[in-house]
């Protein structure tokens, strides 16, 4: 069942037929309404086409999440009924969650979980699924011959897949022709996009905001997806507002959309390295050099966008200092040929970057710097070697003094044990 028409958006999705983003167009009045008839009954031929390669009926779907990649897990197991069953998480694994989003046209699984607690109703389906990750339909995928007895209510599976939207042909994920996965990925229609609809496609790309929006003329004539703008406007999604169009590159709107979005600089490593070798950070929030020792900061950053430059911010009580270098294989190294006490304090590497005629920059964690002096250090060493020969001197001692008077006890009991057997001895001569 395909709708079209100009009214109540809930109420004219409920009329059109699984999956809804294909089969569902809403306009804004009724003249777009006319003017779209040709496209929809493109779309209506096409869906003929495709309906032959489809299953004859959807076998899964996700319910009451805030997306159509998002919710409950439910499975149909006829297609004479409508019976739907939802599955316990002891029966349900990874591999299982990645045939199902690609069943229902998703991106891969991001979370996987049980329902919320409270659910009242105990999950019904009875068998394990045992996919092996490959499969287009969750019900191709090998069942336990067991059946489950008995499953919490709150441990329904509750499935969120990935949105199926990308950005592709440019330097970063989040630049170039903006495209759209419903069954098949396709690119989408430039007709009518503003930089509002822009910034609302990078939000949802998680690309941060619009940097700029442009338009390329179809190759051929080809499938596109046609994005209902209020639809979007309203907060809803791109996949939920997306409709197929077949658009000729001759046509006034037969344009396909270009997107460049901020990306989200990683966080640029700071670490620092000495000639003495004695410490070194790479993870830790502090270390330590000794003065007088060359030592080197260095500044590192994932591979995102070529060039840029590092700026090494050092702050102390005292001071404030900056050094600045250009990014060499996303790299920079500050070196100081000698510790001094000035250079305790706290330092900081900041990735600058220009692209897109726009200035990007990240800072990375701080990283702490002790400067020790080398003889105070020594000086220890030996006070605590002199304590640990005193120690053991003493040990030794007392171990000596205590063998001594154990030998003198043990000849005074052999002296004693003497004298006991000659009275002994007499007394028997008497005796006699």
């Excluded at 011959?145 to 970063?172: D, F, H, Q, W, Y």
């Excluded at 900056?322 to 790299?331: E, G, L, R, V």
Aim: aromatic residues 8%; glycine residues 6%.
């Amino acid at each position: 069942m395909f709708v079209s028409g100009v009214g109540d958006l809930d109420e004219l999705r409920t009329i059109a037929s699984e999956d809804i983003n294909s089969h569902f167009y809403l306009f804004s009045n009724f003249q777009s309404l006319h003017d779209a008839a040709s496209n929809i009954s493109t779309s209506i031929c096409h869906a003929a086409t495709e309906l032959k390669q489809l299953p004859s009926y959807y076998s899964v779907r996700l319910v009451n999440g805030t997306s159509l990649c998002s919710g409950g897990l439910e499975v149909k197991t006829s297609q004479f009924n409508q019976i739907w069953s939802t599955v316990c998480e002891a029966d349900f694994d990874q591999q299982d969650a990645e045939v199902v989003c690609r069943e229902i046209g998703c991106g891969p699984p991001s979370v996987l979980q049980g329902a919320l607690y409270g659910e009242v109703e105990a999950p019904t389906w009875t068998a394990e699924f045992q996919c092996g990750g490959t499969e287009s339909s969750l019900l191709d995928c090998r069942r336990s011959g067991s059946v489950r007895n008995t499953c919490s209510p709150n441990k329904a599976v509750r499935l969120t897949c990935s949105e199926p939207i990308r950005l592709v042909g440019g330097a970063s994920r989040c630049e170039v022709t903006l495209e759209l996965k419903l069954r098949t990925w396709r690119p989408v229609s430039a007709s009518r996009w503003t930089m509002q609809e822009a910034a609302a496609a990078c939000r949802e790309l998680d690309c941060g905001s619009v940097v700029s929006m442009g338009t390329r003329n179809n190759s051929s004539v080809r499938q596109v997806w046609e994005i209902q703008l209020s639809c979007l406007k309203s907060g809803y999604p791109l996949r939920q507002c997306a409709s197929s169009s077949l658009l000729s590159s001759s046509s006034q709107s037969g344009t396909i959309l270009e997107l460049v979005c901020t990306d989200l600089l990683v966080q640029p490593i700071i670490s620092v390295s000495s000639s003495d070798g004695v410490t070194g950070a790479l993870q830790s929030s502090s270390a330590g050099v000794f003065q007088g020792s060359s030592f080197t900061i260095s500044c590192s950053i994932q591979p995102q966008y070529p060039g840029g430059s590092f700026q090494l911010s050092f702050n102390s009580s005292n001071t404030t200092h900056s050094y600045t270098q250009p990014a060499s294989n996303h790299s920079a190294h500050f070196l100081f040929p000698a510790a001094e006490p000035a250079h305790r304090g706290s330092y900081r590497c900041v990735y600058d970057v220009h692209v897109f005629s726009h200035n990007f920059s990240s800072q990375s964690r701080v990283l702490t710097l002790r400067v020790s002096d080398p003889t105070v250090f020594i000086i220890r060493l030996v006070v605590l070697l002199l304590s640990l020969l005193i120690f053991i001197s003493v040990i030794y001692c007392s171990h000596k003094t205590t063998r001594g008077q154990q030998t003198v006890a043990q000849k005074n009991l052999d002296v004693g044990g003497d004298e006991v057997r000659e009275v002994m001895e007499e007394q028997e001569e008497a005796a006699l």
